[in-house]
């Protein structure tokens, strides 16, 4: 697609359910990365997948959290037993080949709220 | 792990001020990035630095990176109400680490 597309765009949902937000990167773009953004703060690195390889999950907060991407392309966010501290905005940015000076593009982002 | 401190959290300048946030990092980094996020919006790309001592300008923002790729800096000149919203450095280091962001207030 010509944009990083997640959805939803918003997501109400009471504590303890499960929550899944999607992310469909550029076409073509190998590398994706998850951030967390709560309210007025900044960008929290979660998870970053490179092509084939095994994913950076060394900023996933807990063990509740956990995202594959198949067939490298679409992503998909788990947030398992949600808590009140998991409300913020999840944003999906995807960037054309593994690392070095690579440009990242941000979808819109998921705003998670748990009630 | 790899992290960038970025100064100030916020600044309020007048229009027509000048305005400068700095970035800094414990190590060497590869490269680095710059992003504004509007209010509401989403993190859009401004520039990357690659080179020690690197300069770039962008009409009235300037972006320098440190000789000893260390520290990077972004200066805008006389501010306008559109340059209002948060500013991120963001490192490369294989992944890309954001720094807490600026937030520019400009008051008309």
């Known amino acids: 697609g010509a944009g990083v597309s997640q959805s939803p765009s918003n997501k109400v949902t009471e504590k303890g359910k499960d929550v899944e937000l999607r992310c469909d990167p550029i076409?073509?773009?190998?590398?994706l990365y998850w951030y967390r953004q709560s309210l007025g703060q900044g960008l929290e690195f979660l998870i970053y997948f490179q092509g084939n390889s095994a994913p950076d999950k060394s900023g996933l907060p807990s063990d509740r959290f956990s995202a594959e991407r198949t067939g490298g392309s679409v992503s998909t966010l788990t947030i398992q037993r949600t808590q009140q501290e998991d409300s913020a905005v999840y944003l999906c940015?995807?960037?054309?080949?593994?690392?070095?000076?690579?440009?990242?593009?941000f979808g819109a982002g998921s705003r998670l709220t748990v009630l | 792990g790899q992290q960038v401190m970025q100064i100030p959290q916020y600044q309020h300048v007048q229009e027509g001020e000048d305005f400068t946030t700095y970035c800094n990092s414990s190590?060497?980094?590869?490269?680095i990035q710059w992003y504004k996020q509007r209010p509401g919006g989403h993190p859009v790309f401004l520039i990357q630095l690659v080179k020690s001592g690197e300069v770039k300008k962008q009409k009235r923002l300037t972006f320098q990176f440190g000789e000893a790729k260390k520290n990077s800096s972004l200066h805008i000149t006389a501010t306008q109400t559109t340059d209002v919203g948060t500013y991120f450095c963001c490192s490369n280091t294989g992944k890309l680490i954001f720094g807490q962001g600026t937030t520019l207030q400009v008051k008309p």
């Open positions: 940015a995807s960037s054309p080949r593994y690392s070095g000076a690579n440009v990242l593009t």
């Open positions: 076409s073509g773009h190998t590398a």
């Open positions: 190590t060497t980094l590869s490269n």
